[in-house]
């Protein structure tokens, strides 16, 4: 356990592990062309619309290994569960036209990071040269379709894994499967209380679940233990409060839930990459500081990378000084999403150490 009253962690020369250094998207969403180092501690700020979230969800879709993760991207972006694909191939390509810059699918998106520990990864988005055919006996009027398949074609370490989406019976079907690389990600919807006990009840078995009780006791001193319960024949993570039986996590705030499950990410990821789409999301403001040094420490422990986004400046006022100590500022920066005078859609990167003197200043720098 490491006490409140001890200085941040500093990373040595052998866990100045950052698992993405370098990403290059192409015809992807709003981006046309972005090239773009990442370090430890990631900050991506910006203006409704400036592609904020897009930049999150392509390092999202590079580490998965099947279409399928596209379409939960789609759920997270409030699109309904349920598709209606009458007139087949007008209606597939329609689900995935915002996936390539300015709608133009004929070049296809190709999304790629370098890591420490394969070497690259590469996506490759595009629909394929071949069509297939089908009937629809479920309309009013049966009628035959063509359609061309979407491909997602991973490149990992030099293997190439060609999977699709595709329509079979009425019904989406995705064939082939990628590696997947070490890497989760949070927003304000996607929270899975099912993951959350999985990656504890894995870190319990390891002796490892020591620490996140500790470092969630620093922060919220009312949880003195967490444990898996079955609640209605499921297994539920609970904690121990001063009240006589203990709670399912989720009837607590909604800053410890997505605290506990920040902290468990980080635990069950080391060297891996954590992406929080809104940081601030259910954390009271005055918690945030404590909060997002906590998170850093422990991501330091751990080895472990952050990628996360912002609206909120008391979130900027509270990381500024964690990044810019002495030890950490040169693994941290700030992404600020842009459009430019000619309406392309830039990253511009902020040294921690800028970072911290703009926000001192009360500099927009959101």
């Known amino acids: 356990m ?86 087949y191939r007008e209606s597939y390509r329609s689900i995935f036209r915002d996936l390539f810059y300015n709608f133009d699918s004929d070049n296809g998106a190709i999304l790629s990071f370098e890591d420490d520990r394969t070497g690259s990864r590469k996506l490759e988005i595009a629909y394929s040269d071949s069509a297939i055919s089908g009937l629809d006996l479920e309309g009013s009027e049966p009628h035959a379709f063509t359609l061309s398949p979407i491909n997602f074609k991973w490149i990992v370490e030099g293997r190439v894994h060609n999977t699709s989406a595709s329509i079979k019976e009425g019904k ?8 997947v690389a070490p890497l989760v990600y949070y927003n304000s919807v996607n929270v899975s209380s099912f993951e959350n006990s999985s990656a504890f009840s894995a870190l319990n078995q390891k002796f490892r679940a020591t620490p996140l009780i500790a470092v969630i006791a620093e922060i919220y001193p009312q949880v003195k233990d967490i444990s898996l319960e079955l609640i209605a024949g499921d297994a539920t993570l609970c904690v121990a409060t001063l009240l006589d039986e203990r709670l399912p996590l989720g009837d607590l705030s909604g800053g410890v839930a997505k605290f506990v499950s920040l902290a468990l990410g980080i635990l069950a990821n080391p060297k891996g990459t954590i992406i929080v789409d809104e940081f601030e999301s259910g954390f009271y403001y005055r918690n945030i500081p404590t909060v997002w040094k906590a998170l850093v420490k422990l991501a330091t422990q751990e080895q472990v990378q952050l990628v996360v986004s912002t609206h909120s400046y008391e979130f900027l006022k509270a990381a500024s ?45 959101r």
């Open 2 to 87: 490491v006490c409140p009253s001890q200085p941040l962690l500093v990373p040595t020369e052998a866990s100045n592990y950052v698992m993405i250094k370098r990403l290059e998207l192409r015809n992807f969403r709003c981006f046309q062309h972005l090239d773009l180092s990442l370090k430890q501690f990631n900050i991506v700020v910006g203006e409704s619309g400036s592609g904020k979230t897009a930049l999150l969800e392509s390092i999202f879709l590079l580490a998965g290994g099947s279409p399928e993760i596209y379409f939960r991207i789609r759920q997270w972006r409030g699109f309904s569960r349920s598709l209606n694909l009458t007139g």
């Open 172 to 179: 989406f079907t995705f064939e082939g499967t990628a590696p």
């Open 321 to 365: 000084p964690v990044l810019a100590s002495n030890g950490i500022s040169k693994n941290s920066q700030l992404l600020r999403a842009e459009i430019n005078k000619v309406g392309e859609h830039v990253i511009r990167k902020i040294p921690a150490d800028a970072f911290e003197a703009a926000t001192s200043q009360d500099f927009e720098v």
